[in-house]
């Protein structure tokens, strides 16, 4: 899932009691006990809180998050909450992740890069979860639940994150002339072939009482430069009240 999975690793970061106004210093290089790691820009993002990490997907801040205490064990039980263990992928290894992953894997885990697999369904799942502060479907059994683990301040903090993502962050394609959109970008390589990349973008609009809830997948792109900007085109047409034809015109009787 990519950076989109930040956001259970931020939820999993609040409910452990982390303050989101404890900012970091960005300087692109994580010292991991691995090695060094990557952050998402060059030469880093400077000084960053949670809000923002979200906003710029600052993957130096959620690593930092580990360090703060953050741990495996931690991130996974908050991702079976939202349901990433069920089908139709099991995408949480068993236990032996400890030997098999090395020492920096809750590094990696965090950002979604390792350690977890999803489909569509989960992330659609979760972001409704947000949109909606707890409310979650089960579209195979046609049922709603309610997450009762999550506290109202923890919703409030990642919706936050998410529209300032889609209004000066790293997915303003996603809201075209500004509009009510909130969401995050994920960009992956391939499992099997590390060559191409997977863009993300999963989102809500509007963003103050969500109606629409999108997730766009691109087999061989990245979440800034393909998933958002579709995802714009989306959320455009439902805000003009053109979707029906948007539809019609883009993608049925196409595999995209």
């Known amino acids: 899932p990519a ?15 982390i303050n989101p106004e404890k900012s970091v210093r960005c300087v692109y290089w994580y010292n991991a006990p691995g090695g060094r790691l990557r952050c998402s820009w060059a030469p880093g993002h400077g000084i960053v809180d949670m809000k923002r990490a979200l906003s ?10 580990i360090d703060m205490g953050i741990t495996a064990e931690r991130i996974y039980a908050t991702a079976r909450i939202f349901g990433f263990d069920e089908a139709p992928l099991a995408g949480i290894p068993p236990v032996r992740w400890k030997k098999e992953y090395g020492v920096d894997f809750p590094y990696l885990l965090a950002i979604g890069l390792r350690g ?11 972001m409704l979860a947000v949109a909606d ?34 209004h000066g962050g790293i997915a303003t394609s996603a809201a075209p002339g500004g509009i009510e959109a909130a969401g995050k970008t994920g ?36 979440g800034f430069d393909d998933a958002a900007p ?27």
């Open 3 to 17: 950076s989109v999975f930040k956001i259970v690793t931020a939820i999993a970061a609040l409910e452990s009691g």
């Open 56 to 65: 710029i997907s600052c993957s130096y801040y959620f690593y930092s998050l």
């Open 116 to 126: 977890i697999e999803v489909s569509p369904y989960h992330i659609l799942r979760m």
């Open 133 to 166: 502060e707890g409310i979650i479907p089960n579209y195979r059994t046609d049922s709603l639940s309610y997450i009762n683990e999550i506290s109202s301040k923890s919703w409030r903090t990642i919706k936050s994150g998410l529209y300032n993502a889609t």
């Open 187 to 222: 960009t992956a390589p391939q499992t099997d072939n590390p060559d191409k990349m997977l863009g993300w973008f999963a989102g809500y609009y509007p963003a103050d009482y969500p109606e629409y809830i999108i997730v766009v997948l691109i087999c061989d792109g990245t």
């Open 230 to 256: 579709l995802a714009g085109k989306i959320f455009e047409n439902i805000a003009k009240g053109k979707l029906r034809e948007f539809r019609a015109k883009n993608f049925d009787n196409k595999f995209q």
